[in-house]
């Protein structure tokens, strides 16, 4: 079967790590070295679109358009994106699309970070000297993109931040599979333990040093707990320098440009969807309606079952997100022949905030390459297990078009609960996670109440405000127990 020359095709995959400090080293730099890496120059000056995912490290007003100066892509369009670690993903789906119809010939989709430098130039009490772009260059299209993850019930009780949210998941995913506090740290330890050995693995993770479960799961003055039963070793490491590129463009256009067809990988189908924005809507905390449909609607998109696929990639910000969408999509958790990770995870290979995704993507395209004939799966998340992009890729020729789909529609019509935010009264806890001071004592704790014990309960969210109340839910399992609710969102163990 002839190819079709709008064929979307991946060529380009690069990543960058910077572990020596150089304060003179800015995010776009990142970006730039990322781009060499990918391509040479001749593809990059081809490129005509780029496309950046959103960055923390420092506010640009259009990075893209500086990205472009310093590849000598002149007459490339530039876009940003709002926040959200599902965004690589996304723009890939979009940048084939794009390809598919026309839009675009070779887009370019970067991110980078270097918040470990900027944090240390803070600590020193410097600031960081890095470009600044004036009001005369117009703010990226896109950069206002995204819908908040906090609403009026988390707002109320200061439930702020994923290291508190996802903590709320874990203890969730716990009681649902009705294990100890113990079975389930030691159990979440060896995931992440058979993380870190794929990172010692991959060239490109920030950390390549192979850990054992307890010392991932057990806390010590190097591993302290940030909140429970996370300690620091199951939270992403955003303390990274960090960048990626990808380059996507056409097969004519690939040919064109004499790129060798053992580095074509061809992106095969793609969906996205989100979850409940309001956390305290979800029907329950241990489900993603989202990655359940959207992931199998990609996979049947490019006419795969999920045991066709050979190399994983699942967003892996905390345990909670991989034990939710290895379940959710039919996928074996701690299956040595088959890691839900080819880079090792946030943790280990590197989180760098929104950008993730691009370096997962980058080291799946490496390793499809050196397996040829193989199938990979991309998973992509943002927010509080919010927001949901796909990706299916190969090495052969694909058999029909690039296919995407928004599921949003089937998972609309999914079950949710009923979220309230003034309510007061006798509940039960659903779920909870007690954020810790650094010398390990319980600071407050956080509560998913449910106001009765029907299946169809309604949820509010509450706070346990005082130390010593909290510690309580520390020390034994309170999964189910009897909780008073003030209308202020305070609450008390009854």
């Known amino acids: 079967m002839p190819l079709d020359p709008r064929t979307p095709v991946l060529v380009g995959y690069g990543q960058v790590n910077q572990h020596t400090e150089d304060p003179s080293v800015e995010p776009v730099d990142l970006m730039a070295a990322a781009a060499r890496e990918a391509a040479d120059p001749r593809v990059l000056e081809a490129v005509d679109a780029v496309r950046v995912v959103n960055l923390l490290s420092w506010r640009y007003r259009d990075p893209g358009l500086l990205l472009a100066q310093r590849i000598r892509a002149d007459k490339a ?4 994106t709002g926040i959200g670690g599902n965004v690589p993903q996304t723009l890939v789906n979009l940048a084939c699309l794009d390809i598919q119809q026309g839009r675009a010939d070779v887009v370019l989709i970067a991110g980078a970070e270097t918040w470990r ?9 410097k600031k960081a000297q890095w470009t600044k772009q004036d009001d ?13 993850m906090a609403g009026p019930a988390e707002i109320r009780i200061n439930l702020d931040r994923p290291a508190y949210v996802y903590p709320m998941f874990e203890q969730a995913v716990r009681i649902a599979a009705r294990e100890t506090t113990d079975e389930h740290r030691r159990r979440i330890g060896e995931l992440w333990s058979q ?12 950390s390549r040093e192979p850990l054992a479960a307890e010392q991932i799961w057990r806390p010590s003055p190097n591993n302290r707990m940030i909140s429970w039963p996370y300690t620091k070793l199951m939270n992403s490491n955003n303390m990274v320098d960090q960048g990626a590129v990808l380059i996507l463009t056409s097969a004519e256009k690939a040919t064109y440009l004499q790129i060798p067809s053992d580095r074509w990988v061809f992106p095969y189908a793609g969906a996205d969807s989100h979850d ?3 956390i305290g809507e979800r029907a329950e905390f241990s489900t993603s309606p989202a990655i359940r449909i959207a992931g199998k609607r990609a996979l049947e998109l490019a006419g795969a079952g999920v045991d066709d696929v050979e190399l994983v ?10 034990q939710i969408a290895a379940r959710e999509l039919g996928l074996p958790i701690g299956d040595p022949d088959r890691p839900l990770t080819v880079t ?3 943790t280990f290979a590197g989180g760098p905030w929104n950008n993730y995704v691009t370096h997962s993507i980058a080291t799946m395209a490496e390793q499809l390459v050196s397996k040829p004939g193989t199938l990979g799966l991309i998973t992509a998340n943002g927010g509080y297990l919010t927001k949901h992009s796909f990706g299916v890729y190969g090495t052969r020729p694909p058999e029909h078009e690039f296919r995407w789909e928004d599921v949003q529609p089937a998972v ?10 003034d309510w007061s009264g006798t509940g039960t806890v659903e779920s909870w996670t007690t954020p810790v001071d650094r010398d390990g004592r319980a600071e407050k704790a956080f509560l998913a109440v449910r106001t009765s014990q029907d299946a169809d309960a309604a949820r509010v969210l509450a706070v346990i405000p005082t130390a010593d109340e909290a510690e309580a839910t520390v020390t034994g399992d309170i999964a189910g127990a009897a909780v008073q609710v003030r209308p202020d969102g305070t609450a008390s163990l009854r």
Do not use: K, M
């Open 77 to 80: 369009e530039t876009r940003y």
């Open 117 to 125: 430098t900027r944090s240390r130039l803070r600590a020193a009490g």
């Open 136 to 148: 005369s260059v117009p703010i990226a299209p896109g950069a206002d993109d995204g819908v908040p």
């Open 195 to 206: 993380f870190s050995a794929v990172a010692a693995t991959n060239p490109h993770a920030w």
């Open 276 to 278: 409940t924005y309001a």
């Open 313 to 322: 990639d699942v967003y892996s910000c905390f345990p909670s997100a991989v």
């Open 344 to 346: 090792g995870g946030l």
């Open 412 to 421: 609309d019509r999914e079950p949710t609960r009923t979220a309230l935010v």
